[in-house]
């Protein structure tokens, strides 16, 4: 997930020459492809856990957002990544901190809609701000305020 948020900034600094080769905007091609292959590792493991509302909730947002990429990469529509956001991430990560560390949480329908709220909202700001209103503005600015360093 470190590489997935840092590797536009490293594809800055490195270049994009090695990517060109392969046509205008690979590198959002190849990343958005292999964005779904990690993913779907986190799903093989969501599919193990017990918990069928968990299970469930994972695999319906890993189809939803990987419908979303599929039909980005067919129309080039920016808005669609609003509508299907990456909120499977951090379901993901919600739900194993909490099998990790809240062994007796007991999963009901409102406390679902909490967490989706919880780690559903920041992401669908994020995803507006990076994907919809700043696109390239957003990796300047991480770039140049966090790691500058490398520049």
């Known amino acids: 997930m470190v590489a997935d948020a840092s590797d536009v900034m490293i594809a800055q600094r490195f270049g994009y020459g090695y990517l060109d080769m392969f046509g205008a ?3 959002h091609n190849i990343d958005k492809i292999l964005d779904i292959y990690y993913l779907f590792f986190e799903l093989i493991v969501a599919s193990r856990w017990t918990n069928i509302y968990a299970r469930r909730t994972a ?3 890993f189809v939803w957002r990987a419908a979303g990429a599929a039909l980005f990469e067919v129309t080039r529509v920016r808005w669609l990544f609003l509508a299907a956001p990456n909120i499977f991430e951090n379901f993901y990560l919600a739900w194993t901190i909490i099998l990790k560390w809240f062994r007796r949480f ?3 329908t409102y406390k ?3 967490i989706l709220l919880l780690v559903g909202i920041p992401k669908i700001v994020q995803e507006y701000l990076m994907h919809y209103v700043y696109v390239d503005q957003t990796w300047n600015f991480l770039r140049d305020t966090l790691f500058w360093w490398l520049y």
């Open 25 to 27: 905007n690979t590198y």
């Open 59 to 61: 695999t319906v947002l």
């Open 106 to 108: 007991k999963f009901t």
């Open 112 to 114: 679902l809609i909490i």
